[in-house]
């Protein structure tokens, strides 16, 4: 079985630009979480989406927006680049349930903003 | 505010070395925790999750867990290390219950493991 894929891998973008980031999921899984990496950082939560809505939030600006598609695939768009928007991007994909979810991470898309 | 801290940020240890990482939690209500680890060049990968029931818990590669309620933490243990676990070890949390993936992560340990 494949697991969480993302798209690219590697990007460049010049501050003030936008960026698109994209995740499929594990087959099955409904929810999508998207990290921030920093270097020397833990993972830090951006969005959640489940069958579609927002389930959450974290604290990034409205710079930072997500959506997620009908056959659960899902978009990180951040505008206005800065060059304080480098890290690694980390999708997790998730199938709910009523103990706990167990989250499958992806490679993630390394972003360097210059 | 819910939070995760890991108290070492690099822990160096020669092979058969017993390990222990600590992480503890501020959380509101039940939670679930889990340790993920980052072999270089790797994914993060789950090594153990904790949701309930039996505090120790036992993850892949040997790796065990500890969850203490009235300390706030989940310890992630291995009796004797190797140097393939060479890698950055996350401790995660998340509101127990009911859950859609949204966790709060350590600031991560680095094990290095000299042979």
């Known amino acids: 079985d494949a697991g969480v894929t993302q798209s690219p891998t590697h990007l460049i973008k010049t501050r003030g630009q936008h960026v698109t980031l994209r995740c499929s999921p594990i087959s099955g899984h409904k929810s999508v979480s998207w990290y921030q990496q920093v270097l020397g950082q833990g993972p830090q939560f951006i969005f959640q989406y489940y069958e579609k809505e927002e389930r959450g939030r974290g604290n990034f600006p409205d710079r930072f927006s997500a959506r997620q598609f009908p056959n659960y695939s899902s978009e990180l768009n951040v505008n206005a680049l800065l060059l304080g928007d480098s890290a690694l991007y980390l999708c997790?994909?998730?199938?709910?349930?009523?103990?706990?979810?167990?989250?499958?991470f992806g490679q993630g898309t390394r972003l360097t903003v210059v | 505010a819910q939070s995760v801290s890991q108290h070492n940020h690099h822990v160096i240890l020669s092979e058969a070395a017993s390990l222990e990482l600590g992480c503890n939690y501020s959380y509101g209500g039940t939670v679930n925790l889990f340790w993920y680890v980052q072999y270089p060049g790797q994914h993060l990968q789950l090594l153990l999750k904790?949701?309930?029931?039996?505090?120790l818990v036992k993850g892949i590669k040997g790796f065990e867990a500890e969850f203490i309620k009235s300390k706030f933490s989940f310890n992630l243990r291995k009796p004797s290390v190797q140097w393939s676990d060479t890698a950055e070890y996350f401790c995660?949390?998340?509101?127990?219950?009911?859950?859609?993936?949204?966790?709060?992560f350590g600031q991560g340990t680095i094990l290095t493991v000299h042979p």
């Open positions: 997790a994909s998730s199938s709910p349930g009523a103990r706990g979810a167990m989250a499958f």
């Open positions: 995660a949390a998340e509101a127990g219950g009911t859950s859609y993936g949204k966790l709060t």
């Open positions: 904790y949701f309930s029931g039996d505090p």
